[in-house]
């Protein structure tokens, strides 16, 4: 990727209504650099119609700040498909197997991909794993790379965007003129992307796209982990639902195959005095969430906690700026369907871009088709979140016979197999 001289715009503009004199930097400028936001800028270098378009993508921070992120994620097997032609991660782990069941109450369903006919369910990757690939993927491309932040809110008109954002560097003592204020850039776009992560873009602080959202706080927080167990089952990742919240634990492979990533969801003042326990405690604790089914909960390593909730923006555009990724919908972790909602997203506004170029039209192409799958997705996600951790002995006897269902109904199995590994495809 390369830093664009922003001092002079690139070239006239290509066929858009009433913009035949209007001079762009870009075509579509990207703000977000993380994985939804590379992916985006990847597929729109490779799809991009019967022209080339220009794209830049905004962060401050580079992706080669990511490599040591330890972050691990679930990518679905549509995800994979998606990200392959821009490179996939190397050191990934296949989930072949994922085991779905409640505390303290009967009732599991077991999803194999033979059942399926896919070489794997989807796939463990770290962060920085993904971030370095799909980075390494768009460095290849004509992308621009430029390193600042969004300094305010954008202004937009019927011909395009005017984004401001932050010097790259401030001056310093050594450039003469050091009592000299910043000064800020302004880059005209087509149309801007907001890939951020969240939906509020807190470096501007202010939403990029205005407009309702849904919200919801969860009152829990995930407590996230690196875990090794005595009597690891390769390939297999475990969803086992408690009365405080889900419990995860995805295979990170590795010689020994017995680390897992932990996802631990529960209530808030729990997740803190868990926070304050030795090693030996917390494994004591997670072992009597999770149970024996692996054998002993022998090592722990780094812990963080994160609050859980749901902030999903009802509109994806406001003219000519999109949200994509978490910038449009921030979910539960149950289920892992954040990331791979998102990489759709993006893969989705590619699409509609090279149908209809970088316009409004793209734009109003994209929501009308991202409808239904975010829907679906944020309402089941949601849904989980919630009804698994109503403590009421008669719902958990029908939760358990719901889940031992699936195992007798195969229509209803494959169909839940699909939405996580494809989303609702149109």
Known sequence: MTESNLAQPAHDAAPDAHADAVRYDYDVAIVGAGPVGLALAGWLARRSGTRALRVALIDAREPDASLGDPRALALSHGSRMLLEPLGWPL????????HVSQRG???RTVIERDEHGVPALGYV?????????????????????????????????????????????????????????????????????????????????????????????????????VVSVSAPQPRVAWERFTREGPLALLPLGG???????????CDPAQAARRMSLSDAQW???????????????????????????????????????????????????VAGQGLNLGLRDAHALVDALAHHG?????LHAFAAR????RRLTISATDALARAFTVDFTPLAALRGLALGALDLVPPLKTALARQMMFGQRR
């Open 91 to 98: 050191d990934t782990t296949p989930i072949e197997r994922i």
């Open 105 to 107: 109450y009967f009732g």
């Open 125 to 225: 990757v770290r962060y920085g794993a993904l971030v370095h690939a799909l980075a390494t993927a768009v460095r290849s491309t004509g992308c621009d790379w430029i390193g600042s932040s969004v300094a305010r809110a954008p202004r937009q008109d019927e011909h395009g965007v005017w984004l401001p954002i932050e010097p790259l560097r401030a001056p310093s003592m050594t450039d003469g003129n050091a009592g000299a204020a910043a000064t800020q850039r302004v880059v005209h776009a087509r149309l801007v992307v907001n890939a951020e992560g969240g939906v509020y873009h807190e470096a501007a602080a202010t939403r990029l796209v205005a407009g309702p959202h849904a919200r919801r706080d969860y009152r829990q927080t995930a407590l996230v982990s």
């Open 255 to 265: 010689s020994r195959q017995a680390d897992y990533a932990l996802v631990w969801c």
């Open 283 to 333: 494994l004591a604790e997670l072992q009597w969430a999770f149970g024996d089914r692996m054998g002993r909960f022998d090592k722990v390593g780094a812990r963080a906690a994160f609050p859980l909730g749901l902030n999903a923006l009802t509109a994806l555009t406001d003219r000519r700026i999109a949200s994509i990724g978490n910038a449009a919908q921030t979910l539960h972790p």
């Open 358 to 362: 970088p316009g409004p039209a793209a």
């Open 370 to 373: 991202r409808a239904l799958d």
